[in-house]
């Protein structure tokens, strides 16, 4: 039998049955994410082990990403749970796209408890030349 010496691990326990998979702050139920620009993309990973991938729900709404998932406990019911500090739940996050981002063609793949999501850069939102015309010759200059 796994014993551990801890005060508060009762309380955590009760504290995160009574307001779900929000967490505490020894256990934080998160759904950690990395955000970053390769070329003419955003990439955005979150880290959901333990998440089917049937169970993780995407919208855009009004340039609003919402992620949600729902990570279900593996043991049955009326099993008598020793240890539990693994978060289960839904989670939710939401992310503001900015104009500058095609919210029409994100892709989405799931590996190894990884969402990956890639969003173009919209076309509006990349530099281009711009014309100028005078006297003598036309000369371009980056807008």
């Known amino acids: 039998m796994l014993m551990r010496t801890d005060?508060?691990?009762?309380?955590?326990?009760?504290?995160?049955?009574?307001?779900?998979?929000?967490?505490?702050?020894s256990h934080p139920?998160?759904?950690?994410?990395?955000?970053?620009?390769?070329?003419?993309?955003?990439v955005v990973q979150f880290d959901l082990p333990g998440v089917a991938p049937d169970?993780?729900?995407?919208?855009?709404?009004?340039?609003?990403?919402?992620?949600?998932?729902e990570r279900k406990p593996t043991y049955d019911e009326g099993t008598e749970v020793q240890v539990?500090?693994?978060?289960?739940?839904?989670?939710?996050r939401q992310l503001f796209l900015g104009d500058t981002?095609?919210?029409n063609n994100i892709a989405a793949h799931y590996e190894t408890g990884v969402l990956t999501l890639r969003m173009p850069i919209a076309e509006q939102a990349k530099p281009r030349?711009?014309?100028?015309?005078?006297?003598s010759e036309s000369k371009q200059i980056n807008a």
Not at 8 to 15: G, I, M, N, V
Not at 84 to 92: D, I, K
Not at 129 to 135: L, N, P, R, T, W
């Open 7 to 25: 005060p508060f691990r009762e309380l955590d326990r009760l504290t995160q049955q009574f307001f779900g998979a929000t967490g505490t702050t």
């Open 29 to 42: 139920a998160v759904m950690p994410m990395d955000a970053y620009r390769s070329g003419n993309e955003y």
């Open 55 to 69: 169970a993780i729900d995407l919208d855009v709404e009004r340039n609003v990403l919402t992620v949600k998932a």
């Open 84 to 92: 539990s500090e693994r978060p289960r739940g839904v989670f939710s």
């Open 101 to 103: 981002l095609d919210a």
């Open 129 to 135: 030349k711009i014309a100028i015309s005078g006297e």
